[in-house]
C-alpha cells in the first residue's frame, strides 16, 4: 500500500506562503504574463505558462492523500480490477497507479497533475474525476473537428461539412490567427480524412487514430464505442441553447499538442492531400497578469475549495435543496466547456416550439402531425420548470393530437436524480410506483463513523443523513435508522466491498400532478434518441425505460462494426470534493485518521452511490450492457441538425414497426414521407 506524508495544516500554510513568495519574485521571462489577457495563443505559448511552475513533493503529497481517502468512498474502486465485459479497456488496479504516481519523478507540477488527470480520466467514468483548475485553464482547438457520416451506403471519416459556419461564430479573434499564418482552413470543410498522423510520427488509419483518442483522452463513458461518438463533433444543448461540440479531437484539454496531420481530399477533389493543421490555445479561465497572479487565480484553493461544517454554518450554501434536504446529482463534466460553441442558426430547428420555454427542453411538433419531440438537453437548471415544461408540452401534444413521442438525449450529461424519475413516472404513469432504481453506497470505516455521528448529532442536512433514504415501501428513514451498520455482504472480483443496506431515494411527491396511466402509450414511445452520450441521470433514466418498459431506443453514430452502448457511464450519484469534506467535518471527524485533509488546490470528486440494475440485482446498472434496439449512421443531412435527425428517426421507427420492405430509403425519401 502506498504512503502519503501526512501535511498537517500548518505545513500547509508554510507551503502557501514560501510557494506565493517565490512565485511573486519578478522574473525577466515570465511566460504567463508574456500572455495575460489573450483570449487564444498558440499552444506553445500556454504550455510554458502551466509548465513554469516547479514540481513540489508537498503539494503532491496534499494531493495524493486526498484522493486515495476520497477513492475508499468510491463504488466501483474494486470492479475495475478486472473490469467485467464488454468494458475490459477500463480495467485498473488504482491503488497501484496511485503508488507509481506517488514515486514518479516530475519536472513540474503541470506533469504530475497530467499524469494524475489522464489516470483518473481513462478510468472513464465521468462521475469521478481530478480536475485541475490550475492546468485545464487551456483548451486547444482545432478548426477541423471531425465525424462519421454514411455516404453510398459507405461510412467514411470527414471534416465537420458546417465547419465554417461552426467556427465564423467564434469571432475574428480566432480566424484572424490562421489568416496571419496564410492557413486556408475553411477548404478543409467537407473534407474526407483517410490518415492522421500518431504520436510516434508513423501515418495510421483515421478510425485508428480515432480509437486513440477515445481510449486515452475522451474518458467520461465506460463503453468504448460511446466515446468514439465524444470525440467526433455533435450537436447538444448547453445552458438552454443549441450548441455544437466539436468534438475530443478537435478540443482536447490541456495545450499539450500544437499541430495535427492530416492525409484527405478535400470536397469536390479527387488528389490525397498531406495537410497540417495548427491548434490555438484558448483560455478559459480567471484572468491574470502574470505568473503569480495566474497561480493565486486559477490554482492556489479558494473559499468554496474545501467543505465547511454546517452545524455551525447551519446551511450548506452550495447545495440546492427540497423539502430541507440536499437535492442529489448525477452527471459529468466535459472538462473543456469551449468543447462545444452555438450551433449555426441554419442548422438549428425552424418548427415552432410548442411552449415559449427558455429550459432545459424543447419541445416540437414534427411536420405529420402525429409526432411529438422533446429535446431533453440534460436534468440540470430550474428544477420545478423542468416539470412545469414537461406538463406543459404533453398539454400542447395532446391538444394537437400528437399520437408518438420522440425524446431527444443527445449529449445530455445528467443532473438532478429526481428529475430523471420524474420524466419516467410521468411518462409511464404513477401506477408504476417507485419510479428509480435500489440504490446503496460504500460501507468503509469512514463512511460508517459518519452515520454513526451524523444520527448522534441530528445532522439531519446532508447525503450521509438517514432521513434523505426510504425503505422499499417508500417510507422514510427514520433520523436514527443506521443503514450501513451493520453493512450488507458484497464481493467483486475476489475482494470483499461490503455495502450499506439498499434504500430508495425520497423524490416524491413531485411539485406536478403525475398522471394515473402513460399520457403516449409506451409503444408508441421512442425514449432515447442519442449518440450514446447519454450519462448519469440521463443513463438512469433511459435504463428505466429500457428495463421496465422495453421502449424503443435509438442510437446514432459510433465505429461501424462494434456494438454501442444506449447509455454512457451510469453512476447513480456524484459527490464533489466539497461535498464529501462537508460530510467528514459536520460529523465531527476532520481529525479522524482516515480522513483526507483539506485541499490546497482544486479539485475532486467521485461515483457516491450505485443503481443495481432490475435485470440482475447483483449488478450496477453501470457493468449491465444495453443495447440500442436501433442504430444509424449520421449523414450530411442529420449530424449536426436536430430537426432533420428527428424526421430521420420517426419515420425510421414507423418504418420499422409498418415492416416497410427494404428499398431504397433516403432522408429525402423520409421527408416526403413526413409530409404525407
Not at 514518479?104 to 504530475?112: C, G, L
Request: hydrophobic share 40%; with cysteine.
Amino acid at each position: 500500500m502506498a504512503r502519503y506524508v501526512e501535511v498537517t495544516s500548518f505545513c500547509l500554510a508554510l507551503l502557501l506562503g514560501l510557494f506565493s513568495s517565490v512565485l511573486a519574485a519578478p522574473t525577466a521571462d515570465d511566460p504567463c504574463a508574456a500572455i495575460a489577457g489573450q483570449t487564444f495563443v498558440v499552444p506553445a505559448k500556454a504550455l510554458a505558462c502551466l509548465k513554469s511552475f516547479p514540481f513540489n513533493e508537498t503539494l503532491r503529497q496534499n494531493v495524493l492523500q486526498t484522493v486515495s481517502r476520497v477513492f475508499d468512498f468510491y463504488t466501483f474502486e474494486d470492479f475495475y480490477l478486472n473490469s467485467p465485459p464488454p468494458f475490459q479497456e477500463s480495467t485498473a488496479n488504482i491503488r497501484a497507479e496511485l503508488a507509481r504516481i506517488n514515486v514518479t519523478e516530475y519536472e513540474t507540477d503541470f506533469d504530475f497533475n497530467k499524469d494524475l488527470y489522464d489516470f483518473v480520466t481513462q478510468l472513464n467514468d465521468g462521475h469521478t474525476r481530478w480536475l485541475p483548475s490550475c492546468y485545464t485553464a487551456f483548451q486547444n482547438i482545432l478548426p477541423a473537428p471531425i465525424t462519421i457520416l454514411e455516404e453510398d451506403n459507405a461510412q467514411s471519416v470527414f471534416v465537420a461539412p458546417n465547419s465554417v459556419q461552426l467556427f465564423s461564430l467564434i469571432g475574428s479573434d480566432f480566424t484572424d490567427f490562421f489568416d496571419s499564418i496564410n492557413f486556408d482552413w475553411k477548404r478543409l470543410a467537407g473534407a474526407e480524412v483517410l490518415e492522421i498522423q500518431s504520436i510516434n510520427g508513423s501515418m495510421i488509419s483515421v478510425l485508428d487514430y480515432v480509437d486513440y483518442i477515445a481510449s486515452t483522452v475522451s474518458g467520461n463513458y465506460l463503453d468504448h464505442n460511446v466515446r468514439v461518438n465524444s470525440v467526433f463533433s455533435s450537436y447538444r444543448i448547453v445552458d438552454t441553447g443549441f450548441s455544437q461540440r466539436v468534438g475530443d479531437l478537435a478540443g482536447p484539454p490541456m495545450p499539450t499538442q500544437d499541430n495535427l496531420t492530416f492525409s484527405l481530399i478535400v470536397a469536390n477533389g479527387t488528389d490525397i492531400e498531406t495537410i497540417t493543421v495548427p491548434y490555438l490555445a484558448m483560455f478559459l479561465s480567471n484572468p491574470f497578469s502574470d505568473r503569480a497572479s495566474f497561480w493565486a487565480n486559477n490554482c492556489a484553493a479558494n473559499n468554496a475549495t474545501n467543505g465547511v461544517d454546517i452545524k455551525s454554518q447551519r446551511i450548506l450554501t452550495d447545495a440546492i435543496r427540497r423539502n430541507g434536504r440536499p437535492m442529489p446529482k448525477a452527471s459529468i463534466i466535459d472538462i473543456a466547456p469551449a468543447n462545444a460553441f452555438d450551433l449555426p442558426p441554419q442548422f438549428q430547428p425552424t418548427l415552432p416550439q410548442v411552449n415559449s420555454s427558455a429550459g432545459v427542453i424543447k419541445s416540437y411538433i414534427l411536420p405529420d402531425n402525429e409526432t411529438g419531440v422533446m429535446f431533453v438537453g440534460s436534468f440540470e437548471g430550474d428544477f420545478v420548470q423542468f416539470q412545469t415544461d414537461t406538463v406543459s408540452a404533453m398539454d400542447a401534444f395532446k391538444a394537437a393530437g400528437v399520437s408518438r413521442l420522440l425524446i431527444d438525449l443527445t449529449n445530455n450529461g445528467g443532473g438532478f436524480v429526481c428529475l430523471g424519475q420524474f420524466l419516467h413516472q410521468f411518462l409511464a404513469g404513477s401506477q408504476i410506483g417507485y419510479p428509480g432504481f435500489q440504490s446503496s453506497i460504500r460501507a468503509n470505516t469512514l463512511a460508517q463513523k459518519i452515520v454513526e455521528n451524523d444520527i448522534a448529532l441530528n445532522v439531519t442536512q446532508l447525503f450521509y443523513s438517514p432521513v434523505d433514504w426510504a425503505f422499499f415501501n417508500d417510507t422514510q428513514f427514520p433520523e436514527t435508522n443506521n443503514y450501513i451498520n451493520p453493512s450488507v455482504p458484497f464481493e467483486i472480483n475476489g475482494v470483499s466491498d461490503p455495502t450499506s443496506q439498499r434504500f430508495h431515494d425520497t423524490c416524491t411527491p413531485f411539485d406536478v400532478p403525475i398522471p394515473e396511466t402513460p399520457p403516449i402509450p409506451l409503444k408508441k414511445l421512442t425514449s432515447s434518441v442519442s449518440n450514446g452520450n447519454c450519462a448519469s441521470t440521463c443513463a438512469m433514466f433511459s435504463t428505466l425505460m429500457n428495463e421496465r418498459h422495453n421502449t424503443t431506443i435509438a442510437v446514432f453514430g459510433g465505429k461501424p462494426g462494434q456494438n454501442i452502448e444506449f447509455k454512457g457511464m451510469a453512476g447513480n450519484q456524484v459527490l464533489e470534493w466539497t461535498d464529501i469534506d462537508t460530510e467528514i467535518k459536520s460529523a465531527n471527524l476532520k481529525d479522524d485518521p482516515l480522513a483526507p485533509p483539506d485541499l490546497i488546490v482544486n479539485q475532486f470528486r467521485h461515483n457516491w452511490r450505485t443503481a443495481w440494475s432490475f435485470f440482475d440485482e447483483s449488478k450496477p446498472i453501470a457493468y449491465v450492457s444495453e443495447l440500442p434496439k436501433l442504430r444509424f449512421a449520421y449523414t450530411k443531412d442529420t449530424f449536426a441538425n436536430p430537426q432533420n435527425l428527428w424526421i430521420f428517426a420517426c419515420v425510421s421507427n414507423i418504418r420499422v414497426y409498418r415492416s416497410i420492405p427494404d428499398t431504397e430509403f433516403s432522408f429525402h425519401r423520409l421527408q416526403r414521407e413526413q409530409s404525407i
